[in-house]
DNA sequence: CCCGCTTATGCGCAAATGCGCATTAAGGAG
DNA sequence: CTCCTTAATGCGCATTTGCGCATAAGCGGG
């Protein structure tokens, strides 16, 4: 459990989906896609490893699909989140 | 950065390690060995994982190494490591 | 119905990962 | 020096992961 979720945001792409649905709002792929630099069906499967591995949450919306933070996030976890996403930004900062 | 120490966390032998020395005293491969259920060759490999993760360091000690956590490890990487630590916890207690 | 847009998926391939086995290296004891 | 213990590493192999390409599937509009 703890292992599948650390797989899943140990992937560039996959953390920064995680980074850029952090705002708690909901965003389709074809938004996600070229903010990350991802081709289509990258975006897809990496969209499904977070969400087997009970990170985000889809949700149908005509032709789209939108993605947002799964809501029922065990706290452990969405602490988990909170520290990783606080290092990349600061990592980040370090970086720039 | 943040990526290699998250795939360096996302393996049960090695977060075994990581959780063992959480204790914050130094342990010898041969104590993680068997504790950790892992032949010699892949502990050694794993540990130089854990090592060029920035997480653990090593001290020669006679034909021994010890290994501890690196006690110059970032703060945002401490605590990534205290809340995957503490996910974990939560999560056997669950499965017992 | 056909078309266009968005997303998912089957398939094959290249690269990365994890492992065991055997060997090497480093150190201490006799 | 040889022998023993502990740890690291070269090698080959099997599995996993990540990707592109093409195709399918879901949805709305005309």
């Known amino acids: ?9 140990a992937e560039p792409t996959r953390l920064g989906v ?3 649905l952090a ?3 909901e965003h389709c792929v074809c938004e996600l896609m070229p903010k990350l630099d991802a081709t289509q069906s990258r975006m897809s499967r990496h969209m499904q490893v977070l969400r ?3 990170l985000v949450v ?3 919306d005509a032709q789209w699909v939108r993605y947002r933070l799964n809501p029922d996030m065990a706290p452990e976890i969405r602490q988990i989140i909170k520290a990783v996403l606080e290092a990349s930004e600061k990592h980040e900062r370090a970086a720039a």
Do not use: C, K, N, Y
């Open 52 to 54: 087997q591995a009970g």
């Open 23 to 25: 705002d708690g709002s």
């Open 18 to 20: 995680i980074a850029l």
């Open 1 to 9: 459990m703890i292992l599948t979720v650390l797989s899943a945001l």
């Open 58 to 60: 889809d949700r149908r």
